[in-house]
C-alpha cells in the first residue's frame, strides 16, 4: 500500500494539472485462479493440495493523469479440494478440505495514455486477502479402543496481500472497452502459523487471468 501511495504521489506532482482529468472506469473479468500445492507436513498434516478454480475479477479506477489510475479491486475464486490427513494429540483425522482466497487491494496502474484504442497497463496494489478453509471428515483416538467421529472445522483469517500484473483493454465504443486482466496474489503469511507448523498445505501465492468488459463514464 506505501508502494502504491508512493507512486500515486509522485505522478500527482509532476504531472500538469490539466493532463489530470478526471474519468472513472468500472471492470469486470471471469477467467481462472490457479493455486499450487504448499508444503508437506506429514504426518502432522497433509498432503499439500491446489489446483485450478472459477475466478471472478472486479475493480473501479480513476483516472488521474493521461496515463495513471487509482482504484481498488475484489479479486474472488471458487473453491479448490484435496484430501488430508491430520494427527492432533490424542487423535487423527482424516478430511476434505475445502480451501478459497478472497484478495482486496488499492491499486495503482501505470501503463499507455488510456484514451488509446488499445490501452495497456501494469498494475501494483496491496491489501487484504480472507483464507478460508472448510474440513469435513472423521476423527478417532491415537489409541484403542479406535471408533471414529465426525469432525469439521472452519479456519479462517485476514493476511496482507501484495498484487502484481497487468490490464489490455481495446475500445468497442466511446465508452464500453473489451478487457483482458492477469494478477498474481502474494499473500504475507507463508501457510505457518506463529510456532512454524504448516496451517492448510496450500500455496499463499495465487495466480489469476481472466477476461470481459469494461464501462468508462
Do not use: C
Not at 489446483?51 to 471458487?78: F, K, V
Not at 476423527?139 to 484403542?144: F, I, R
Not at 465504443?173 to 504475507?188: C, F, G, M, P
Amino acid at each position: 500500500m506505501r508502494i502504491a501511495a508512493a507512486i500515486a504521489a509522485a505522478a500527482l506532482s509532476v504531472l500538469p494539472a490539466q493532463e489530470a482529468r478526471g474519468q472513472t472506469t468500472v471492470g469486470v473479468a471471469a477467467g481462472a485462479s490457479h493455486q499450487e500445492p504448499g508444503a508437506n507436513d506429514l504426518p502432522y498434516l497433509g498432503p499439500p493440495f491446489g489446483g485450478t478454480s472459477a475466478a471472478l475479477i472486479g475493480m473501479i479506477d480513476h483516472r488521474i493523469a493521461s496515463a495513471i489510475t487509482i482504484g481498488g479491486e475484489a479479486s474472488l475464486a471458487s473453491a479448490i479440494s484435496g484430501d488430508q490427513s491430520q494427527r492432533a494429540s490424542p487423535s487423527t483425522r482424516a478430511f476434505t478440505s475445502r480451501h478459497r482466497d478472497s484478495v482486496f487491494s488499492g491499486v495503482v496502474k501505470v501503463g499507455t495514455p488510456i484514451d488509446r484504442r488499445v490501452h495497456g497497463a501494469f498494475a501494483l496494489g496491496g491489501g487484504l486477502a480472507y483464507r478460508r478453509t472448510a474440513r469435513d471428515g472423521t476423527t478417532a483416538p491415537l489409541l484403542p479402543p479406535s471408533s471414529r467421529s465426525p469432525y469439521n472445522e472452519v479456519i479462517s483469517d485476514f493476511v496482507f496481500a501484495y498484487s502484481l500484473g497487468g490490464d489490455v483493454d481495446v475500445r468497442v465504443s466511446e465508452r464500453i472497452r473489451i478487457l483482458a486482466v492477469a494478477r498474481w496474489h502474494l499473500l504475507h503469511d507463508d501457510d505457518l502459523q506463529d510456532d512454524g507448523v504448516v496451517k492448510r498445505g496450500v500455496s499463499s501465492k495465487v495466480f489469476r487471468a481472466g477476461a470481459g468488459m469494461s464501462w468508462r463514464f
